[in-house]
């Protein structure tokens, strides 16, 4: 296998643009590098990506020592941000912040994506992000104390929250109307049914949203500070729990920024498997999803078939992989369990099956005019809107955004198969549920290949942790979209910070634009369509 | 005396057959989209459960609302009994004018309605201002459908209206064909079925009548589902008695009595299992299709008048 060079494409349009880099050596992969730039220079760098037009995947932020334990006087504290494009691929900036007063200027002038990240970024380390119109509480909600932080190495996890009293008058600032044709709705956070909490204000007029705000942060659970002081196979674990329905995503993401740090390659064996498993994840979620966008518009027969469906996958996963949902498949280094023939070809039999029933179910689905009537249409987010936003997964190629790091990244397996992309363009629930249909069908005869052409070998590597300070990155693309795993070693062969953005937190504000000017009774129907993770944004 | 029995019987009967016939509705959808179903009694379970749950009332709920559920169940039985299911001649059959029985459904509306603002949450206001919105436009055309064949018998009384149906030839007129459809229309849409309303949606947002019983529970809850069940049987003998009614028992003997429940419970059967049918092969409109859909119903019965003028009257 070659070993890719180091991409110096970015690297080299910043330093025309006069701003100095510096490449780290303690970060992998060399072909999604990562630059240290001056602080200076953020937003300007920030402005130079988007002339050339690639995309925000990520801003976040961590403690600058390398080695974790120093002086704790003098830890500082460096911001990051990661930008992608279809041809280049990914590269990360970063800079160091001040000790004494730690700001970064707001990149959300060039890039709107970034505004909830860098709220992010000031509840967890509290830093002061400047320029920015949004400045409200994201994820810390206001029963935590002003001053604590909790992605601070000084933040005390036995905080007590603010009592009761204290919270009154300190509601969140939702955007609001005067007019007295406006009606507000609140929805949420406890909803009906077994989906997450989170909070949608509507602002509607008569029965037509004018405007609708997410709310979100209610199921956040600290993984990134619990992941922390693990090691890379202890961390896994959790990494697969970030958001349940997408765990092959999250886990592989994760395994794969680990393995990169450490320099592993893992056996062809292993990342079919891993290919098999994603994929299969893919098939099961946007059936299920399908029925579910159906059952929203009353249409039951849908839903019943679509469930029957996704629990025959969930049955065989029990039985070839030990889990329903394929929780703990993929290994740091490898896969949890190798296939046999039979089992290969029990799953290539089961996809086949799925596949064409699949297939049935969406001629049906396309014949009958009364749920055409509701999907065509509704929830509509333009071509121009999803470029700006970098909208991410099925949800971008619906609205004529076609990133898919299975062809950008081309990580192992992909790198040996055709991946056919479904080019929407009309961005409506139609559209998303045709994108969905055809990466059913396209995933199908991507598990049947795998399955054919599965290499004979090992499925695991042995780990070998790298060296405190380095750091490594991976974009795996997930059924939702890119996940952007980051991970950095501490002492002891220990995480020192995970960071890792779920496609939601850039599709949760599609879903705003979606739903202006759509009636309100079809909002559940538009929300369906994209189906983020709240957990996953909510980390 | 004994029509009197019978009118208590009638009464009673729709009453307790309402759960059921919930149940065999769900039940026949279930097993068209592949399901088991939860069985027929099981609305009759979830009404004897909610009997015996404790009721959360919400701190700023009024009068209104705690009244609600009682005004809005007794106007529906007063109405259903009022309905002819066994035989038209009944001690209430005076009284059985169908711009009565429409007004007392308006009324367990009104209150409905009340009910769903008086908590003062989004979701109870969303659902009763459109519940009003439809019901402006169903209360006429389903006048206006009923008027058809009023303009036959000379009458707006139910026992005349049916009298004059089982008197006059079968044959086909198009203005009932027109009035039939119209109705059907209106009777998925004031019963809240799919493709107007969705009963077993948890969607708030999409709600119309269930968004007003929210806040409901324990007994209220109870009979207000309870009232909306024995509405969807009012509605089916509605139909039944003005489109279909042979076999109604003319005089108050034993057998005649039976034949008529016979006839009665099959004619049920059938509508419901179209009921299903349609309800499984739909989705739901677009909340913003749904006035055309009752402007549909409405020129339908306007139609079926016409028609009967231009056609049917001899002058």
Not at chain 1, 252 to 265: H, K, P, S, V
Not at chain 1, 459 to 473: C, K, L
Not at chain 1, 491 to 511: E, H, K, Q, T
């Amino acid at each position: 296998m070659t070993r890719p060079s180091r991409n110096t494409w970015f690297g080299e349009r910043l330093s025309d643009q006069g701003i100095y880099v510096q490449y780290l050596d303690d970060h992998h992969p060399v072909h999604m590098p990562c630059l240290e730039i001056r602080r200076l220079d953020w937003a300007h760098a920030a402005k130079e990506a988007k002339r050339l037009e690639m995309r925000l995947v990520a801003v976040w932020a961590a403690d600058a020592n390398k080695r974790a334990g120093k002086d704790a006087s003098e830890r500082r504290l460096c911001t990051y941000m990661a930008f992608a494009h279809p041809e280049h691929r990914h590269v990360l900036l970063r800079t160091e912040l001040s000790a004494a007063k730690p700001e970064i200027p707001s990149l959300s002038g060039h890039y709107i994506a970034a505004c909830r990240m860098e709220r992010s970024m000031q509840d967890m380390f509290g830093l002061n992000v400047s320029n920015a119109f949004d400045n409200r509480l994201w994820i810390k909600h206001e029963h935590w104390p002003e001053d604590s932080h909790a992605l601070l190495r000084a933040f005390d996890a036995h905080t007590p929250l603010r009592p009761e009293p204290e919270r009154i008058g300190m509601d969140y600032d939702y955007v609001s109307c005067d007019s007295e044709c406006v009606y507000e709705i609140p929805v949420g956070p406890v909803h009906a049914g077994i989906i997450e909490s989170g909070h949608f204000r509507f602002l509607a007029v008569g029965e037509k949203i004018l405007n609708m705000e997410e709310r979100l942060g209610y199921v956040h659970k600290g993984i990134e500070r619990s992941m922390q002081g693990r090691t890379a196979q202890d961390g896994i674990a959790l990494a697969g729990r970030v958001s349940g329905d997408s765990t092959v995503g999250h886990a592989w993401a994760f395994a794969q920024a680990c393995e990169y740090a450490a320099n592993l390659d893992i056996p062809p064996r292993a990342s079919y498997l891993r290919g098999v498993l994603c994929e299969r994840e893919r098939i099961a979620n946007h059936i299920g999803d399908i029925g579910a966008v159906c059952n929203d518009a009353a249409f039951a027969f849908m839903h019943g078939q679509c469930l029957r469906l996704r629990e025959e996958m969930a049955r065989l996963h029990q039985e070839i992989f030990g889990h329903r949902l394929l929780m703990d498949a993929v290994t740091i280094g490898g896969v949890a369990s190798d296939l046999s023939g039979d089992m290969c070809q029990k799953l290539i039999r089961q996809t086949l099956d799925i596949a064409a029933e699949v297939e049935h179910l969406r001629a049906i689905y396309a014949d009958a005019p009364s749920i055409q009537q509701r999907v065509i249409g509704a929830g509509i987010v333009s071509v121009v809107d999803a470029k700006d936003l970098g909208l991410l997964g099925f949800v971008g190629r619906a609205s004529g955004h076609y990133s898919d790091e299975r062809i950008e990244e081309a990580y192992p397996p992909y790198d040996d198969l055709i991946i056919p992309v479904p080019e929407g363009k009309l961005g409506g629930v139609s559209t998303r549920v045709w994108v969905r249909f055809e990466e059913i069908a396209n995933a199908s005869r991507m598990v049947i290949q795998l399955l054919e052409t599965l290499p004979e070998g090992e499925i695991n590597t042995v780990w070998q942790a790298p060296e405190a300070g380095v750091s490594g990155f991976a974009a795996i693309e997930s059924w939702r979209g890119e996940i952007a795993a980051w991970v950095r070693f501490g002492m002891d062969a220990r995480i020192d910070r995970y960071f890792v953005r779920d496609p939601s937190v850039i599709n949760w504000l599609g879903l705003e634009l979606a739903v202006r000017t759509v009636p309100v009774p079809d909002f559940p129907l538009v929300n369906k369509s994209f189906n983020c993770s709240y957990s996953g944004n909510d980390l | 005396m004994s029509s009197i029995f019978f009118q208590f019987l009638q009464a009673l009967l729709m009453l307790l057959l309402a759960p059921l016939a919930a149940g065999f509705i769900s039940t026949v959808k279930a097993r068209l989209q592949n399901r088991h179903g939860a069985g027929v009694l099981q609305p009759w379970r979830d009404i004897r459960k909610l009997f015996s749950k404790e009721v959360v009332l919400a701190d700023h709920a009024s009068w209104i609302f705690r009244f609600a559920p009682y005004v809005v169940f007794t106007a529906t039985v007063i109405a259903a009994s009022v309905v002819p299911a066994l035989l038209p001649d009944t001690p209430l059959s005076l009284t059985a004018d169908v711009i009565a029985l429409v007004a007392l459904l308006a009324l367990a509306r009104f209150f409905l309605s009340l009910a769903g603002m008086d908590i003062g949450t989004a979701f109870g206001g969303m659902g009763a201002s459109r519940e009003m919105t439809f019901s402006a436009l169903a209360e006429p055309a389903m006048l206006m459908s009923v008027f058809v064949l009023s303009l036959g018998a000379h009458s707006t009384n139910l026992t005349t209206m049916i009298h004059h149906v089982l008197s006059t030839p079968l044959l086909i007129q198009p203005s009932i064909a027109f009035a039939l459809v119209a109705m059907l229309m209106i009777a998925v849409a004031e019963t809240g079925r799919i493709p107007v309303d969705n009963p077993t949606t948890h969607l708030e947002l999409t709600m119309i009548h269930e968004a007003m019983l929210l806040e409901y529970s324990g007994r209220h809850l109870a009979l207000m589902e309870w009232a909306s069940m024995v509405k969807i049987l009012l509605f089916a003998t509605l139909i039944i008695d003005l489109f279909v009614p042979w076999g109604l028992s003319l005089d108050a003997n034993a057998a005649g009595i039976c034949l008529a429940l016979t006839l009665w419970l099959l004619k049920l059967s059938i509508l419901f299992v179209v009921l299903a049918v349609l309800e499984t092969g739909l989705a739901k409109l677009r909340l913003f299709e749904v006035p055309q859909y009752l402007g549909t119903a409405f020129v339908l019965s306007f139609l079926g008048l016409m028609i009967h003028y231009m056609l049917e009257v001899q002058l």
